[in-house]
């Protein structure tokens, strides 16, 4: 495999994508939303049980690419116990990282396995992929339950 | 002696020597020489239509129809030179039948605003098929929702073909419309439109042809097929984007009112009364797109050159060889097997989406498309999100089709 190859199918991201975690539905979730990307038909759901600002419980449903898939698995994981807040932050930290605009690397650094993520960034038509269930996610907490389209 | 030599048809196809027109052919992307197979999109171009628009430019802009002068005159020429090609082209009776449009995409629409407002009303019914692009359902969906008119669409079976009986059971007095894909740009299934189009007419509908897909691999002739109106675009036959042509039969042409009103569909105008343009200059309103119409001319005269024939057999042997190449490769599901079809190989592979497919194919050189290709009712017909299509083109060869045999056992490879 090449470089770039190797950067964007990381063992780590294929591996979400053999066996993704949270890959359920919340059956009462506090929050929720879909998500589309009419381009390539990844469709994507987050639930999300929160109370007093905590994100207790995070899971997700649905369909898409590896890349679309991992980064689901991955954010549910990242994000279960955490703050509204810090998912606000995260939400913000991903998007920069993905379309390349964050490239300090000591806040790659303290985004854990969220920074496997950056090789998206050499792919520009892939990009979306990766961010599709953040913005859901993001969506959902903001209560629109309508669906998010990347177009 | 001499005479046979001439009449002898030389059947061998000389892909090197055409590869050599086709300058963007010949890069790396990825660090690999490129495998173009994502012709059912767009094709490139030769250099002899490159040349065209370029000399056009440089040597004679201007606008056609009107001006008195020199290059006026040069440039009408050459304009109106590209409808007697498009005529010649698809066989068709008159070349004032021949409406230059934007695209298939446009064509369609004009013939759905133009003869649908005016013929079609409340209760009637629209067939279209389920195989069709959405450039061909979505115009009929917005006349239905306009007139009150149906829209009726005809099932397709697992090998992708047309289930013809459910098409004769659909057609009745109120059809008044069918409007069907030539060949399907993802299945690539080829449909009986003389059949279509004669147990349309036998309940007084007329037919319109969708020949996206169909008029740079096989000859196309309108007259034996019998349809009202074809649809074709330019950048798929080797010629520039945003040039296509619509044919019509002059007496419904006649018959329907303007689409877009403007400069050059009119014979005079005041505010009383405007008389509009003979055809087909009522249905080209506004300075054209000249430069890409002589370019799609000059595209046209680049593949009779080849010969449609000789391209038919061509690219029939290349698809078999690649159906066979991929078909061997475990993992590698066909959509689309029908009796009748060439160039287009649409897949599943087990286990990856499309989309990383095409990535990793990109990476090895390979440019396939990946999608729904604007045909999400055929991808729920067959329970798919997204599919993986390689079609060919006349410039493709064995070699690049082994060079995506080896792309896809690497995405394989790489999700193992």
């Known amino acids: 495999m090449n470089d770039e190859l190797k950067e964007i199918y990381q063992q780590v991201i294929l591996d979400h994508n053999k066996s993704p975690r949270n890959f359920r539905k919340i059956e009462i979730p506090s929050h929720h939303s879909e998500g589309l990307n009419p381009l390539c038909g990844d469709h994507v759901w987050v639930y999300l049980d929160v109370a007093d600002g905590v994100i207790n419980d995070i899971s997700f449903e649905g369909n898409g690419c590896a890349i679309s898939k991992s980064s689901a698995s991955i954010m549910t994981a990242e994000l279960k116990g955490k703050t509204v807040m810090e998912a606000e932050k995260l939400f913000h930290q991903f998007h920069d990282l993905v379309t390349g605009k964050l490239t300090d690397e000591e806040v790659i650094e303290e985004m854990g396995k969220l920074g496997i993520f950056q090789g998206v960034r050499d792919f520009p038509v892939r990009v979306k992929c990766a961010s599709l269930p953040w913005h859901t996610m993001h969506a959902a907490l903001h209560n629109q339950d309508t669906a998010v389209s990347t177009e | 002696m001499t005479e046979e030599k001439v009449t002898t048809v030389n059947t061998q196809f000389d892909v090197e ?60 020429d050459e304009y109106e030179k590209a409808r007697v090609k498009v005529q010649h082209f698809l066989n068709a009776p008159k070349t004032k039948e021949v409406i230059f449009v934007r695209g298939t995409t446009e064509g369609i629409n004009l013939v759905a605003n133009s003869y649908g407002r005016k013929f079609i009303n409340e209760g009637d019914e629209i067939i279209v098929s389920e195989m069709e692009h959405h450039s061909n359902i979505v115009p009929w969906q917005m006349l239905c929702e306009v007139t009150g008119a149906k829209l009726r ?77 074809y649809v074709f675009s330019g950048h798929k036959l080797y010629g520039p984007t945003g040039i296509g042509a619509l044919w019509g039969r002059e007496e419904l042409l006649l018959q329907m009112p ?59 042997e290349l698809y078999r060889y690649m159906e066979q190449s991929f078909n061997a490769i475990e993992g590698v599901t066909l959509i689309g097997n029908a009796a009748h079809k060439s160039s287009v190989f649409s897949f599943k592979l087990e286990g990856v989406h499309p989309h990383d497919v095409g990535t990793i194919m990109d990476m090895e ?52």
Not at chain 2, 182 to 201: C, D, F, K, M, Y
Request: aromatic content about 8%; overall charge negative.
């Open chain 2, 17 to 76: 020597r055409i590869r050599k027109d086709f300058p963007v052919l010949h890069q790396s992307v990825h660090g690999k020489s490129l495998v173009y197979l994502d012709n059912a999109a767009t094709t490139q171009k030769p250099q002899q239509v490159i040349d065209v628009l370029s000399d056009y430019y440089k040597g004679y802009n201007s606008n056609i129809h009107r001006g008195v002068h020199i290059l006026s005159q040069k440039a009408t």
């Open chain 2, 153 to 229: 669409v005809i099932p397709v079976n697992d090998n992708g073909e047309l289930i013809m009986d459910e098409y004769r059971n659909l057609l009745n007095e109120k059809t008044k419309f069918v409007s069907v894909v030539h060949a399907s740009n993802t299945l690539g299934t080829e449909n009986p439109v003389e059949e279509i189009t004669r147990l349309a007419h036998e309940v007084g509908a007329k037919v319109l042809i969708d020949g996206a897909q169909a008029v740079q691999h096989f000859k196309v002739d309108v007259q034996a097929i019998g349809c009202d109106f």
């Open chain 2, 258 to 316: 303007p689409w877009q009103g403007g400069g050059d569909m009119i014979v005079s105008v005041t505010f009383d009364r405007t008389i509009y343009n003979e055809l087909p200059y009522k249905f080209e309103g506004g300075t054209p797109n000249i430069a890409d119409t002589i370019g799609l001319g000059y595209a046209i005269d680049y593949v009779n050159g080849i010969g449609l024939d000789a391209i038919r057999a061509y690219e029939s």
């Open chain 2, 365 to 416: 050189g390979v440019a396939i498309r990946t999608g729904h290709m604007c045909t999400q009712p055929i991808m729920k017909r067959f329970g798919v999100p997204a599919l993986s299509r390689a079609s060919i083109g006349f410039y493709n060869t064995k070699e690049d089709i082994d060079r995506a045999a080896a792309a896809i056992k690497k995405v394989i490879e790489v999700f193992a």
